[in-house]
């Protein structure tokens, strides 16, 4: 029982959203968006409710700490970034991306 509490707490904290999701990676956002197909600001926020939120994309990420993208595909060009460094709205020992960074997630095939 420790075991799998110990467990549980380390995903919660180390901010793994699902075994059917994946992080993608930090990347730069435009005002255009990388994600376009659905969005809102969500409070709380965290990768948890952005991913919900998200139900039956592929893709979806975090901005700016309320921000919350879906989409099917992301947008080209693609640009890796290290700025994702806003704490989650809804959890603040997450990160949720920054200021036109957006931290991704994809779905995971192998389920």
């Not at 730069?28 to 998200?54: D, G, M, V």
């Not at 990420?61 to 060009?77: Q, R, T, W």
Request: include cysteine; glycine fraction near 10%.
């Amino acid at each position: 029982m420790k075991g799998t509490i110990f467990c549980c707490l380390v995903l919660f904290f180390s901010g793994v959203v699902s075994v059917h999701y994946i992080r993608y990676g930090c990347l730069e956002n435009r005002t255009t968006r990388i994600l376009k197909e659905k969005a809102a600001y969500l409070k709380p926020n965290s990768p948890w409710h952005c991913q919900k939120f998200c139900e039956g994309y592929i893709y979806f990420g975090v901005e700016h700490g309320d921000a919350c993208f879906c989409g099917n595909k992301l947008i080209l060009p693609i640009k890796r970034s290290s700025n994702c460094t806003k704490p989650c709205e809804g959890n603040h020992l997450l990160m949720c991306g920054g200021g036109y960074t957006i931290d991704v997630y994809r779905r995971s095939d192998k389920w």
